[in-house]
Nanobody, 122 residues
């Protein structure tokens, strides 16, 4: 079993930055691919970014490319999502997730955190 907990969300003005963290406990963090999804009110949960177990392979949604950066520190059992140049349309609850491999599909991940709210004001 893997427990995930997000932190770092908040209210920020458009153009600002935030760094989300996902701390893990339980089974070996370094053996899992990790990802971030987000869900805005009235919308489906959507893929944001993911990274394989070693950090050597990453994937980003088109909306995240060039603005968001995913990273992980296996020694500390922590994953990060750096959010830069934020836009109002980035407002959502951001979830971290763990699974066997990188996937754009939420159903391919096995474990989920409770989410952290990111609100971007215009």
């Amino acid at each position: 079993q893997v427990q995930l907990e997000e932190s770092g969300g908040g209210l920020v003005q458009a153009g600002g930055s935030l760094r989300l963290s996902c701390t893990t406990s339980g089974r070996t963090f370094s053996s899992y691919a990790m990802g971030w999804f987000r869900q805005a009110p009235g919308k489906e949960r959507e893929f944001v970014a993911a990274m394989n177990w070693s950090g050597a392979s990453t994937d980003y949604a088109d909306s995240a490319k060039g603005r968001f950066t995913i990273s992980r520190d296996n020694a500390k059992n922590v994953m990060y999502l750096q959010l830069n140049s934020l836009k109002p349309e980035d407002t959502a609850v951001y979830y971290c997730t763990a699974g066997r491999s990188i996937s754009l599909l939420a159903t391919r991940y096995d474990y989920w955190g409770q989410g952290t709210q990111v609100t971007v004001s215009s």
